[in-house]
Nanobody, 123 residues
Framework: QVQVVESGGGLVQAGGSLRLSCTAS????????MNWYRQTPGKQRDLVAH???????DYADSVKGRFTISRDNAKNTVLLQMNSLKPEDTAVYYC?????????????????WGQGTQVTVSS
């Protein structure tokens, strides 16, 4: 019904930057929120950044001032610009989109996750 695909992860030195990209596709009528989460082994998946359909943003305290989330509604795409990266930012980053499916699926709500992209920050 909805596919979410992330890209842009990789290995970077502390202090460096990476930009993650995520696109949602499929039978989508509208997307409400798009979010980035991250998870390290043995820990829960935590919200990193959120952006509403109207562009309202929110960030985890640990990334405020360093990460910027943005979206292109026409392309169902969300970006996460990550600057001043720290080793503790190392994690698998997941994109999440929630919204409304199209006519074929009766305008039902959906929530979909991407497969994740690894971000590794070396010290």
């Amino acid at each position: 019904q909805v596919q979410v695909v992330e890209s842009g992860g990789g290995l970077v030195q502390a202090g460096g930057s990476l930009r993650l990209s995520c696109t949602a596709s499929g039978s989508i009528f509208s997307i409400n929120a798009m979010n980035w989460y991250r998870q390290t082994p043995g820990k829960q998946r935590d919200l990193v950044a959120h952006i509403s359909s109207g562009g309202t943003t929110d960030y985890a305290d640990s990334v405020k001032g360093r990460f910027t989330i943005s979206r292109d509604n026409a392309k169902n795409t969300v970006l996460l610009q990550m600057n001043s990266l720290k080793p503790e930012d190392t994690a698998v980053y997941y994109c999440n989109a929630d919204g409304v499916l199209g006519l074929r699926y009766g305008y039902r709500d959906f929530g979909s996750w991407g497969q994740g992209t690894q971000v590794t920050v070396s010290s």
